[in-house]
């Protein structure tokens, strides 16, 4: 798939996630947008999947930290085969295996249940650390928010996958510098945050979340990389796409109404 294309699914997605929480009436907006970019890379360039086996023994394995961007998951999942794309109208509805957080029993290619932030890179960690110990070749996936960066748990994880030399494990920060009170700088101060990976041995890219050439060649990069953990920090927009919701911290947990997905889809297919 060309770069053109993945941009052009990119755009089907983020136009999918605006539609799905729309009807909803509730779910995340900011943390969705931002990441159609690199979730787009991910399912149509990057992991090794097969959504007709999604057991499948030598997958690579991608784990979603943030669950609460579950909605750009889903929207790639649904374009990429694994679910039909009218089941992207139940999200969040009683009874519908899109909830507002990916559960792992409920709907076949997620890999765990997500919830609790800052938990993903210690079970993405683990992951890496089976695959090690019985010499397989898939690897492991973490996307992670720049807010969860503030939980303990998150650097326990990242001493334990240094000190094993987890080269087949790679993470995934969407450093779009807001979290639910306000901006991560003002919330908790994360910078120098590339410089912190660095001194607990990891290798550390940093790029542009929107450019998908830059997403893939950074995934390729950590391949070639030997006995470390790789860290991309994926510097992206809040919201990117929908003019009225980029870099404002309140669209982080808010879906749009009726007006609004209007003026977000017109925006977005205009792109």
Not at 16 to 23: A, F, N, T
Not at 83 to 92: D, V, W
Request: hydrophobic share 40%.
């Amino acid at each position: 798939m060309t770069i053109l294309e993945l941009e052009k699914k990119a755009n089907t997605i983020r136009q999918q996630v605006i539609i799905m929480l729309q009807k909803a009436g509730s779910g995340h907006s900011a943390g969705p947008l931002g990441m159609a970019d690199v979730f787009a890379a991910l399912y149509f360039s990057i992991l090794k999947h097969n959504p007709k086996k999604p057991e499948w023994a030598e997958r690579d394995r991608l784990i979603l930290s943030n669950g609460h961007i579950c909605p750009v998951r889903y929207a790639a999942m649904a374009e990429a085969g694994y679910f039909p794309k009218k089941e992207l109208a139940t999200l969040r509805q009683f009874g519908s295996r899109l909830q507002g957080h990916p559960e792992r029993l409920k709907l076949p290619g997620i890999e765990t249940t997500s919830g609790p932030l800052g938990s993903g890179l210690s079970q993405a960690a683990g992951m890496a650390l089976v695959g090690k110990m019985d010499k397989k070749s898939w690897r492991v996936y973490c996307v992670m928010s720049d807010g969860e960066q503030n939980a303990g748990q998150t650097w326990e994880a990242v001493l334990f996958a240094a000190k094993n030399k987890l080269d087949n494990l790679v993470a995934i920060i969407d450093r779009n510098n807001i979290q639910i009170d306000g901006y991560t700088e003002d919330v908790m101060p994360l910078n120098p945050l590339g410089e912190k990976y660095e001194a607990f041995n990891w290798n550390v890219l940093e790029i542009d979340g929107h450019n998908i050439e830059e997403i893939i060649d950074a995934c390729s990069h950590a391949k070639a990389v030997q006995k470390q953990p790789t860290l991309i920090i994926a510097n992206t927009i809040a919201g990117k796409g929908v003019s009225f919701m980029e870099n404002k911290y309140e669209w982080h947990g808010k879906p749009p109404n009726k007006e609004e997905a209007k003026q977000a889809l017109k925006e977005l297919k205009a792109q």
